[in-house]
C-alpha cells in the first residue's frame, strides 16, 4: 500500500492565511439588508458569515478592499460591468466623503466582525483627481495615467484613507499602491486601471515608503502585484526587495498566479511558454538565489474559464493551483481574486445574481475550506510525499497539530497508509462531489482518498 509521508524535519515557509477581494460584488452586496430566510441574518452578514467565520463558515482570514478610482461618481468612463464603476473617498476639491463606497465598507466591516483578521487595501487606479486624463483608465495603451508630480499626492490619498480605516477598527496590514502595471487597462478592458513602466513603480513606491514611514501607522506596503506568473516576475521582485527603501517599508513580495494561455500549441515551444510549473520552478530557483528568506504571496489568482461551473471540475483547478503555490512557490499565503461571482465565469466562491440578494455555493467555496479552515496561521508548510503523481498534497504543523490537504485529482479512489502518525487521533474532511467538507473519523493505516476530491487530514499528536 502506498504511503502519505510527511517531512516533520525540514519545516520551511510560515503560512500567514487564505483570503479573497471584495472587488467588485461588495458595492452591491453590501446594500442587500434584507434577511436571509435561512440564517435570519442580513444576506450580506450572511455572507461574510460563510467566508470568515471559523464555525458557520470556512473561516478565511485575509480580505481585499478595492479603493475605487472615482469612476462611479464621474461617470467618465461607463464599463460594461456597471458594478466595476467604483467610487472614490477624495472628492476633485481635494476634500474627502466618507459616505461614499458605503456598501463595500460595510461589507469590509462585516467582514472583519465575522473573523477577518488582516485588510489589505488595494487601488486599480490612483484618484482621478490626480490621473492624467481625468479617468481611472487608460485613453491610450503604453502610457502611464500618473504623472510624477502627482506620486506624492497620491501617496498622501493612501495614507489618508489607511488612517481613517484603521481608525475604524480595520486590521489594515498591508496597502497596495499599484495593480498589475504590466497591462494596458483602457476602456476595453471593463475595468479601473493603471498601466506604469517598472521604473516608475519603482519612483512611486519609494515615495509611498517615504510617506508611510512619516505617518508611521504600521503598515506595510504591498506590490508589485503583476499580472501573470510567467511574465516580468524577477523585475517587480527586484523593485519589492533590491531597492533597500522599498524593502524597508515591505517585507516580501506579492505575485499573482494567472497563466494566460499564450496561443502557442506546437511541441517543444509549448513546453516552454504553457507549462506553469516550468515557471513556478524557475522563479523559485531564482528567487532562492537572490532573495532565499524573502516572503512570497500569491494575491489574486481565479480559474479562468468561461461559464459558471459549481463541481468539481474548477474546485480541482484551484486545490492544484493552490497546492502548487504552495508547495513549489513557498507561498506563505494564498488570496483567491473575488470571493464572489455576478458573471459567467469560474472566478468566485459564491455566485450571485445582481438583481435578486441571495447566493448559490461552488464546489471551489468548499474546497477552499480544506485549506482556510483547517490551516491555522502560524502553521509552518512541511513537504509531503505521496507515491501517487495524481495525488498532490501539502502538510501545515503547528504545536501538535498536522493538517495536510490533498487533492486526488484522478477518476479512482486512492487507498493510503499514514502509519506515520499512529500515534494520533485523526480527522478526514472531504470535499468531492457528494461531500461537502463533510468530516469522518479514519483508520490511519486504511485512508482512502475518493476520486476526484479535496480532503483535510488532521493528526492531533504530530509535532516538529
Not at 471584495?22 to 446594500?31: E, F, I, L, S, T
Not at 511541441?267 to 516572503?295: A, Q, S
Not at 461571482?341 to 466562491?349: A, E, F, Q
Not at 468531492?432 to 469522518?440: F, G, H
Amino acid at each position: 500500500m502506498k504511503k502519505i509521508t510527511v517531512d516533520l524535519q525540514h519545516p520551511q515557509q510560515t503560512m500567514e492565511g487564505f483570503g479573497a477581494s471584495g472587488a467588485w460584488w461588495a458595492q452591491v452586496v453590501g446594500g442587500w439588508t434584507q434577511t436571509d430566510d435561512d440564517s435570519g441574518l442580513p444576506v450580506y452578514e450572511r455572507i461574510a458569515q460563510l467566508l470568515y467565520d471559523k464555525e458557520k463558515g470556512i473561516g478565511m482570514t485575509c480580505y481585499r478592499h478595492n479603493l475605487g478610482g472615482g469612476s462611479q461618481n464621474s461617470k467618465s468612463s461607463v464599463f460594461p460591468q456597471t458594478c466595476r464603476m467604483a467610487e472614490c473617498h477624495l472628492k476633485n476639491d481635494g476634500t474627502y466623503d466618507w459616505s461614499r463606497d458605503e456598501n463595500a465598507v460595510r461589507m469590509l466591516l462585516s467582514c472583519v466582525k465575522n473573523g477577518c483578521e488582516e485588510v489589505v487595501l488595494f487601488c486599480n487606479s490612483p484618484p482621478e483627481k490626480y490621473t492624467k486624463n481625468g479617468k481611472s483608465c487608460l485613453d491610450r495603451a503604453g502610457q502611464t495615467n500618473l504623472s510624477r508630480k502627482n506620486f506624492a499626492a497620491f501617496a498622501d490619498y493612501c495614507v489618508t484613507v489607511t488612517k481613517h480605516f484603521l481608525s475604524l477598527g480595520v486590521p489594515v496590514r498591508f496597502v497596495s499602491p499599484v495593480n498589475e502595471p504590466v497591462w494596458v487597462w483602457t476602456d476595453k478592458n471593463g475595468q479601473e486601471g493603471c498601466h506604469y513602466r517598472p521604473w516608475q513603480v519603482r519612483q512611486l513606491l519609494r515615495v509611498c515608503a517615504d510617506k508611510f514611514r512619516e505617518a508611521n501607522i504600521g503598515v506595510l506596503l504591498s506590490g508589485a502585484e503583476n499580472g501573470d506568473i510567467r511574465w516580468f516576475n524577477k523585475t517587480y521582485t527586484r523593485i519589492m526587495l533590491g531597492d533597500k527603501k522599498i524593502k524597508a517599508a515591505s517585507d516580501g513580495v506579492d505575485v499573482h498566479s494567472y497563466f494566460l494561455p499564450s496561443g502557442i500549441r506546437l511541441g517543444i515551444i509549448k513546453r516552454l511558454f504553457d507549462d506553469r510549473l516550468v515557471f513556478l520552478r524557475r522563479y523559485r530557483k531564482w528567487l532562492d538565489r537572490h532573495y532565499p528568506t524573502d516572503k512570497v504571496r500569491v494575491s489574486e489568482w481565479t480559474h479562468m474559464q468561461g461559464g459558471r461551473d459549481y463541481g468539481m471540475d474548477s474546485a480541482l483547478v484551484q486545490a492544484q493551483t493552490m497546492l502548487d503555490d504552495i508547495c513549489i512557490l513557498r507561498a506563505c499565503a494564498w488570496q483567491n481574486w473575488i470571493a464572489v461571482s455576478n458573471v459567467d465565469y469560474c472566478d468566485g466562491l459564491l455566485y450571485i445574481d445582481l438583481d435578486k440578494p441571495g447566493f448559490e455555493f461552488t464546489k471551489r467555496y468548499y474546497a477552499f475550506g480544506n485549506f482556510s479552515k483547517y490551516v491555522p496561521v502560524g502553521a509552518r508548510y512541511c513537504a509531503v510525499q505521496t507515491q501517487d503523481d495524481a495525488v498532490k498534497a501539502a502538510a501545515f504543523v503547528k504545536d501538535a497539530t498536522t493538517v495536510v490537504v490533498a487533492a486526488n485529482l484522478s477518476d479512482r479512489e486512492c487507498v493510503f497508509d499514514c502509519s506515520q502518525f499512529a500515534q494520533s487521533e485523526l480527522r478526514m474532511i472531504v470535499t468531492d462531489a457528494d461531500s461537502d467538507l463533510r468530516e469522518t473519523s479514519v483508520d490511519v493505516r486504511n485512508v482512502t482518498l475518493a476520486a476526484r476530491s479535496v480532503v483535510t487530514l488532521i493528526a492531533q499528536g504530530g509535532s516538529l
